[in-house]
């Protein structure tokens, strides 16, 4: 994960292999389509195929005819291990960076604003887009970096104007 003054951007692509996947293994695959960058979606490992390529299993999408999930041929250098479960945060802070469950995956975005009700205003950099989301939709963000999760830190206040409305 590299950080455009300090807010998580996706992963540049890697050249080696981070980490070897076995056959069963939950993981993470990012979407490097347009429109769908910043976004993970859990999936399982379901075959080893060439050097640094994966079949894997999502857990969340489906085949367009709704029957099964969809399977697909990956890049190691999409996929990363599920992000260890932290404890509940009681509630999040303006500015810290977050996941936002959305359209069956986990976008990467940063608090912008803390509303009522449990509700969050999140921002996401790459669309510029600023969603309301239920403190039970969101995780804190943990980026996978040399094998290790860390907690990123906070975005800066300039990273957090957008133009444009709260959906």
Known sequence: MKFDHG?????????KLEHDFAIGDRVEVQSDE?????????????????TDRY?????????????????????????????????????FEVREQVDAFYND???????????????????????EEELKFKHSDLRVHQDWKDGKWTIPPKVHNSELHCD???V
């Open 7 to 15: 807010f998580a951007s996706p992963e540049p692509k890697k050249t």
């Open 34 to 50: 347009q429109g769908f960058e910043g976004s993970w979606y859990a999936a399982k490992i379901v075959k080893k195929l060439e």
């Open 55 to 91: 079949l894997v299993k999502y857990k969340t999408l489906r085949n367009d005819d709704g029957k099964g999930h969809v399977k697909e041929e990956v890049d190691c250098s999409n996929i990363r291990p599920l992000p260890p479960v932290l404890e509940m945060v009681d509630s």
């Open 105 to 127: 995956g986990w976008w990467i975005g940063a608090i912008r604003r803390i509303l009522i009700n449990g509700m969050y205003s999140v921002y996401f950099k790459n669309s």
């Open 164 to 166: 444009s409305a709260t």
